[in-house]
């Protein structure tokens, strides 16, 4: 049997693309296989994706996802390919769209994509880039994948280094900014836990209004009173110049980026 789509790797990621594209309705479970060499994933992977093949060896395939650490990226391709595979999609961070065309060969659509952790809870927001081969029913395809755990946005390969200065690593930044506020607020007297409730649903309710808006300014302005507590604790941040903290370091993981590109 030849498989639409086989996603080499079943870590969390790979699982939770799957799990997306099922969902989306898109892509039939029956025709989808998963690539996993651990055999005690091997046996979690059924419960998680249930009706695709979960498999330790590559099986015929008309495409691939490669979900698997960037070291052993060509490697599954040029396996991928070697059973059919003519589309090829790489998630692996860093690995460039020249490496994973060596390893494809000639004739294959490849394309790269840089996708974000927060894929796992289907909030993802990924970036794509076609090899020289990938047409528009290549990128459509990818980003049919990405698309069912998130929003896909397609770039030139030299702006995959900022993606991921931005969106790639700016889940640690948000986490970050909710460590900090937690311990704030418990500075301040506030019970750890009653703290660490607190700031989850501040995060929650202000991404739900951003979503909802648009317009971080505005919101901004919005919520400060002139001369009033937000005002207040806005100045103390521009004093800090807590902006370009933000700027300096998507600077330091785009830079980051192309060194390991």
């Not at 996802?65 to 990226?73: E, L, S, T, W």
Request: glycine share 12%.
């Amino acid at each position: 049997m030849e498989h639409d789509v086989v996603m080499v790797g079943g870590g969390n990621m790979g699982a939770a693309l799957l799990g997306g594209m099922i969902e989306s309705g898109r892509f039939d479970p029956e025709r989808l296989a998963v690539v996993e060499l651990l055999e005690a994933r091997r046996a979690q992977l059924p419960g998680i994706v249930p009706g695709v093949a979960v498999v330790d060896t590559m099986p015929s395939c008309s495409a691939a996802v490669i979900a698997v650490k960037p070291a052993d990226v060509p490697a599954a391709v040029a396996a991928a390919v070697a059973q059919g595979a003519a589309r090829i999609l790489s998630i692996a961070a860093g690995v460039t769209l020249a490496t994973l065309e060596a390893a494809a060969g000639s004739g294959v659509a490849v394309i790269r994509a840089m996708p974000n952790t927060p894929a796992l809870v289907g909030r993802g927001a990924a970036a794509i880039a076609g090899g020289a081969t990938a047409g528009d029913a290549d990128l459509e395809w990818a980003e049919q994948i990405l698309g069912s755990v998130g929003i896909v946005e397609r770039l030139d390969e030299p702006l995959l280094d900022a993606f991921t200065g931005v969106a790639g690593s700016g889940p640690a930044y948000v986490f970050l900014v909710a460590e900090a506020l937690t311990a704030a607020a418990e500075a301040e007297g506030i019970p750890h836990e009653m703290a660490v409730r607190v700031v989850n649903q501040l995060l929650l309710g202000s991404s739900t209004l951003l979503a909802r808006d648009g317009d971080a300014e505005q919101l901004r302005i919005n919520v400060t009173s002139p001369n009033g507590t937000t005002a207040a604790g806005l100045a103390r941040l521009d004093a800090r110049d807590v902006r370009g903290a933000f700027a300096d370091a998507v600077r330091a993981a785009t830079e980051r980026s192309r060194e390991l590109g």
